[in-house]
């Protein structure tokens, strides 16, 4: 069979991929299974510019239709792959067209995790958001509402609770744990985000469960807490957290965990299928891991290409990531995990730093509206250059200029 790579999923990881398959010279064919309608897009401004209405659906896709036609990438649009056929090497499409492959890319990406029908009985305007239908719905609905209910106080719900407190609507975020951001940062970066949050006018409860929602005439009426508190609502963004999108790779008998296993450079557990994105789990300072990133699906995408075109690269990422609240850019550089150790460094006035250490050394930094710390830590994890906690303390310590010349490129 002649070369001929598939990839499932038409989001950032397979772009990236299909990209870098026909950058690098890759003469086989290149096909993108997607399930969605659209070209693949982006999804970071569903929850920032789009939802505000700044931006339209045809601006979030990445490239145009002659784009993809010119590179030779098939896009094939609403084309839901069911089954792999791991010893015939193809896959099935619910519309039952069936593609064989010499190498498969499983991009499936993640969901939004849902609450059971038990507890939300079907009542309208209980959403989610993931897609660009997603987004519309919740566009639709932010119109109309007054009273919104956030459940998950992640990335994502905290987005559109500050989108929605711009819009003038009284806002409540529902976190069962006892801050924010409880997975992804440390207690200070949560601390200045909570405090953001009321600033402008919205409240939080943390250590707060929700235990049923409450409806009139089919539509949500209200949340009820634990703690007997019943807040109104006419619409609720349930916000907590993304599975990943294992099932296919499951059924065809894939090693599967928290994600799609893989390895270093992309591959599952049979050697002619990849996975990439967030749907994938790659081995990480010791453990698995799987991000929910831009940086992530880009890169392992490239990773995954590399390996297929024959020329294996090891995924050693620099996870970073943003999220945009108000007037407020937070950045992540590293990836915070087993750190002992947070100092918070306010460079200017609205500006901080809160940077994570382990044994001493620093390994991952959030900032708020510091996008030089934010570079500077880029390329000083990079170059897998050391940064000691001390340093940072001495008064007269120059980050910028450390990062000249310690991690100045060498050669
Ligand atoms: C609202 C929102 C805001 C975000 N903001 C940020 C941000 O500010 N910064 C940041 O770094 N990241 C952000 N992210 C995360 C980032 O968008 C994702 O990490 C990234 O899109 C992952 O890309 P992916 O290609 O792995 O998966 P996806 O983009 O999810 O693409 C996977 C695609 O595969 C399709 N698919 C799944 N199963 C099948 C199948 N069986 N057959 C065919 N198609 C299938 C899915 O429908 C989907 O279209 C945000 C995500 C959301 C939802």
């Known amino acids: 069979m002649q070369d001929n790579v598939v990839i499932v999923g038409t989001g950032q990881a397979a772009l990236s991929c299909a990209v870098r398959l026909r950058d690098s010279g890759y003469e086989g064919a290149v096909t993108m299974l997607g399930d969605e309608p659209w070209l693949p897009y982006q999804r970071p401004p569903l929850s920032k510019a789009y939802l505000k209405g700044e931006t339209t659906a045809d601006r979030l896709e990445f490239r145009p239709q002659e784009f993809f036609a010119k590179a030779g990438i098939v896009v094939e649009r609403g084309s839901r792959v069911t089954s792999v056929d791991r010893n015939k090497r193809s896959v099935t499409t619910s519309d039952g067209r069936s593609y064989s492959y010499t190498k498969l890319v499983l991009t499936t990406g993640s969901r939004a995790r849902t609450l059971p029908d038990a507890m939300t009985h079907g009542l309208e305007g209980i959403l989610t958001l993931r897609s660009i239908a997603d987004a519309d719905r919740l566009r639709r609905a932010l119109a109309d509402a007054k009273r919104i209910v956030v459940i998950g106080g992640g990335y994502v719900g905290l987005e559109v609770a500050s989108v929605a407190v711009r819009m003038g609507h009284a806002v409540t975020i529902v976190e069962m744990a006892d801050r924010v951001l409880r997975r992804v940062a440390g207690a200070p970066t949560a601390e200045a985000i909570e405090e ?60 599967v965990e928290n994600g799609i296993v893989v390895d270093k450079f992309g591959q599952t557990s049979d050697a002619d299928i990849y996975a990439a994105g967030d749907c994938a789990a790659f081995p990480f300072g010791g453990r698995l891991i799987r991000i929910e990133s831009v940086q992530n699906a880009i890169e392992q995408g490239g990773v995954v290409a590399n390996a297929i075109l024959g020329s294996p690269v090891e995924y050693e990422p620099v996870p970073w990531f943003w999220s945009d609240q108000y007037d407020t850019k937070l950045q992540t550089a ?78």
Request: charged share 15%; hydrophobic share 50%; proline share 3%.
């Open 334 to 411: 590293g990836l915070a995990l087993d750190y002992d150790d947070i100092l918070t460094v306010s460079t200017e006035p609205g500006c901080s730093a809160f940077w994570y250490f382990r044994d001493g050394l620093a390994v991952a930094v959030d900032t708020m509206n510091d996008a030089k710390t934010h570079m500077a830590a880029r390329r000083i994890f990079g170059a897998r250059v050391a940064l000691r906690r001390e340093l940072l303390l001495k008064p007269d310590f120059n980050l910028m200029q450390y990062v000249r010349t310690a991690a100045a490129p060498t050669g």
């Open 196 to 255: 953001l949050h009321v600033r402008y006018g919205a409240t939080i409860l943390t250590n707060a469960l929700l235990t049923a929602f409450s409806g009139h005439s089919g539509k949500v009426a209200g949340a009820a807490l634990e703690s007997g508190t019943m807040l109104p609502a006419d619409l609720v963004l349930v916000a907590i957290g993304g599975m990943a999108n294992v099932e296919l790779a499951a059924e065809a008998g894939l090693t």
